[in-house]
Every structure is written in structure tokens, then in C-alpha cells.
């Protein structure tokens, strides 16, 4: 059964259908190649803070109208911080190829949580897919949070964690020399940084496990084996198969993720194909929980889920 939703009472009715139960909607009847005024931007916003991945089908999107799309929701950041863009024309691009080394994204993660400031949010564009293979699944890390049995839940409120992209990136830096702009400053080194392992959204007040394989190392303050142990019970949690939705690409299809509140995972089984896609993430902010922004944070959060659908 197809579930049909719309948007909030303010939209004129984009048509979503919802994907899994806890997160992804389909939007159709949407060229985000054409200038999107603000009231379908304010629509989509909405609906990505409903849903947290949105998928577009046959869109026909080019590298500039790709970026102009990011440019309507926010602040498209460099490619990556550490990675080369796919052209100098277009910084912001990061081109995934399977065919090129660095392109295998087969470990569940949230994009750059190794900065002060990991993005908002990525829109990704596929150019060239394979008939089967090349999947990608994002989990839902509310659900996540939300599926812990409270004791754990009151656990993981007060714990810090440590992102660090050391392990995936540093080869590339090393050879490169530097990194790309990044926060307004070339970026040179990959130092471990530390964020709340629960997380407040910053638009729904809404609480996430904001941890990941991809790039989260270590709980602070803990021995290592009794960090790798909760680490490894949270990342086990997080990908529980309730809290996922799967996606099979089709060349023309548009996805956008809220980057604060998910993780994701792109299948390494394409066999004799090209995959060819193009990310650019949004410029995010610090994020803030409870471990880390106090009272603060709580009244923050309550304001917030008072005005936000739970
Ligand atoms: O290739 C994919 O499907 C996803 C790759 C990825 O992790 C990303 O674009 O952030
Ligand atoms: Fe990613």
C-alpha cells in the first residue's frame, strides 16, 4: 500500500509518498532544474523535515543547475573537505565514479561529521547508474534514538564522541599536500573533533543518535574496549532494517538528505557497469545536544518540539 501525504497547511500540495515508515517520501511533479520559487522552497524545506530523504525522479539536472538547486537551500560548501572537485569550475561538485579509486561509500555514515561543522544537508544527482546494483540505503537516527529502551537513551544523553576522518582521508591529503576551502580556511589537517552522541535538530527540536561508523571513533572519557563496545551496540541499533529505507537508482534521479538527523550506505556490487553521481552538500551548523549545550539546549529543545509535529 502507497501512503500519500502533503506538506504542511501552508503548501499549495506537493504530493509526497512516503517510502519506509521512518523516513523517505517520493516527490513528483517537481523540475528542480527550472528556478524554484519560494514558496515550493519553503514546501520542500517542510517536506525534508518530515521525511529526511526526499527522492526526485527524472530530473534533468547539468552540473550549473545543480548548484543553482543547492544555491535555493542554503550555502553549497567545497566538494569536500579533503577531496578534489570534479572541476575547477564547479568547487562545489564532488564527482563519485565506481570506476576511480575513493569513490566506495560502503559504510554506514553521516557526510563530514570530522569538522566543527558537518553540512546540513547533500543533494545528490545520478548521471549514469547500472541496470542492478549501486544501491543506497539511509537510516533514520531518530528512529534510532527513539527505538533505544530509555535507560540507554538517558546513557547516550550525556556522552561526547569523537568524528574523525582520519582513517578514510588522510592518504589523499597527504598526497594532495591541502584540502579545499573549507569553513573559510584551506583545509590542512584531519584532527579528531568532538560532538554530543545525541543531537537536538536544529529546526525540530527533535533528538537523534548522531553517531556513526563511518567517522566516529570513540565515546570521551571512556576506556577503548568500553567504547568500542557501546559503539558497536549503537551502530548495530542504528542500522536495524525498521529504520531504513532502500533506494534503486534510476540515471535523472535527485536525492536530498537531511545530513543532521540520518546516515547512509551506497551497496559496493556494481559488476561491469559505470556509476557516475554527483554530490554537493549544504553548509551545516555545530551540532548541539544535550551533552553539550546544557539548559540551554533543553529549553532550545522544548520550544522547538512544541512548534514542530513530534
Ligand atoms: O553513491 C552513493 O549512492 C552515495 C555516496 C555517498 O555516500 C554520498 O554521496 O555522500
Ligand atoms: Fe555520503
Not at 290 to 310: C, K, T, V
Request: glycine fraction near 6%; proline fraction near 7%; hydrophobic fraction near 35%.
Amino acid at each position: 500500500m502507497t501512503i500519500i501525504d502533503f506538506a504542511p497547511a501552508t503548501s499549495r500540495g506537493i504530493a509526497v509518498e512516503r517510502q519506509a515508515s521512518t523516513l523517505g517520501a517520493q516527490v513528483r511533479d517537481v523540475d528542480l532544474s527550472a528556478p524554484l520559487d519560494d514558496q515550493l522552497v519553503a514546501d520542500l524545506r517542510a517536506a525534508l523535515l518530515t521525511h529526511k530523504v526526499l527522492f526526485f525522479p527524472d530530473q534533468e539536472l547539468d552540473p550549473a543547475s545543480h548548484v543553482a538547486l543547492a544555491e535555493a537551500f542554503g550555502t553549497p560548501t567545497a566538494a569536500h573537505p579533503v577531496m578534489p572537485p570534479y572541476d575547477d569550475r564547479y568547487p562545489q561538485i564532488w564527482q563519485i565514479d565506481n570506476t576511480k579509486t575513493g569513490a566506495r561509500n560502503d559504510i554506514w555514515h553521516t557526510d563530514v561529521t570530522f569538522v566543527q561543522r558537518p553540512p546540513l544537508g547533500s543533494i545528490l544527482r545520478a548521471i549514469q547508474v547500472p541496470d542492478f546494483g549501486g544501491d543506497t540505503s539511509w537510516a533514520c537516527l531518530e528512529a534510532a534514538y527513539n527505538s533505544l529502551p530509555t535507560p540507554l537513551q538517558r546513557l547516550a544523553d550525556g556522552l561526547t564522541a569523537f568524528h574523525d576522518g582520519t582513517n578514510e582521508f588522510a592518504s589523499t591529503l597527504t598526497q594532495r599536500g591541502h584540502g579545499n576551502d573549507w569553513e573559510g580556511q584551506t583545509y590542512t589537517r584531519l584532527d579528531a573533533v568532538e560532538h554530543p552522541v545525541v543531537r537536538i535538530h536544529p529546526e525540530t527540536g527533535r533528538k537523534s543518535l548522531f553517531v556513526n561508523p563511518g567517522f566516529t571513533t570513540a565515546i570521551k572519557g571512556f576506556e577503548p574496549s568500553d567504547s568500542r563496545a557501546l559503539l558497536d551496540l549503537f551502530f548495530s541499533h542504528i542500522a536495524r532494517p525498521e529504520h531504513t529505507v532502500r533506494h534503486r537508482w534510476n540515471s535523472g534521479d535527485v536525492v536530498f538528505w537531511d545530513n543532521r538527523n540520518t546516515v547512509h550506505y551506497a551497496n559496493d556490487d556494481v559488476v561491469d557497469f559505470q556509476r557516475l553521481m554527483h554530490r554537493i552538500t549544504l553548509t551545516g551548523d555545530e551540532p548541539h545536544g544535550p551533552a553539550n549545550s546544557g539548559n540551554q539546549g533543553l529549553a532550545r529543545e522544548r520550544h522547538l518540539r512544541g512548534r514542530f509535529p513530534q
